[in-house]
């Protein structure tokens, strides 16, 4: 399967892409097997997602879920963002090869990760609420 327009059109001009200096929340994550790491910066107005950015070393389907991930999210609430599925990013791509699915899956883990971060720094255990993030292996998430 080749991939989509949808996903060729995100990896050409991916939304969203950069750093937040005063970011609420950041994550990262990173699939020791393909070596990929993506970065996620949320800013959290409320309980919106007022700004997210991201940086993503990694192959163009990384880069493409990243950035559909990052719009999927701007805007929405802390509660709304956590219930992004990777399969939800994978659609609204229409589609991706089976071998890049993982890299989906890195997105969603990416933003669920940057929330992780925001709670932690507000005193609060996130594991209950976003749940177990995998952790990178030793040195496979170190940019
Ligand atoms: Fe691993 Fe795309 S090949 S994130």
């Given at each position: 399967?080749?991939?989509?327009?949808?996903?060729?059109?995100?990896?050409?001009?991916?939304?969203?892409?950069?750093?937040?200096?005063?970011?609420?929340?950041?994550?990262?994550?990173?699939?020791?097997?393909?070596?990929?790491?993506?970065?996620?910066?949320?800013?959290?107005?409320?309980?919106?997602?007022?700004?997210?950015?991201?940086?993503?070393?990694?192959?163009?389907?990384?880069?493409?879920?990243?950035?559909?991930?990052?719009?999927?999210?701007?805007?929405?609430?802390?509660?709304?963002?956590?219930?992004?599925?990777?399969?939800?990013?994978?659609e609204a791509l229409d589609g991706l090869p089976a071998?890049?699915?993982?890299?989906?899956?890195?997105?969603?883990?990416?933003?669920?990760?940057?929330?992780?971060?925001?709670?932690?720094?507000?005193?609060?255990?996130?594991?209950?609420?976003?749940?177990?993030?995998?952790?990178?292996?030793?040195?496979?998430?170190?940019?």
């Open positions: 399967m080749a991939y989509s327009e949808k996903v060729m059109e995100h990896f050409a001009n991916p939304r969203n892409v950069g750093e937040i200096p005063d970011a609420d929340g950041v994550g990262e994550v990173g699939n020791p097997k393909c070596g990929d790491i993506m970065r996620m910066y949320i800013k959290v107005t409320g309980n919106v997602i007022s700004d997210v950015k991201f940086k993503t070393f990694g192959c163009g389907a990384a880069i493409a879920t990243s950035s559909m991930a990052t719009e999927m999210v701007k805007g929405k609430t802390i509660e709304e963002a956590l219930k992004l599925t990777n399969k939800a990013v994978m071998v890049k699915v993982h890299c989906s899956v890195l997105a969603e883990q990416a933003i669920k990760s940057a929330v992780s971060d925001y709670y932690r720094k507000r005193g609060i255990d996130p594991t209950p609420i976003v749940g177990e993030i995998p952790e990178c292996e030793e040195g496979a998430c170190s940019l």
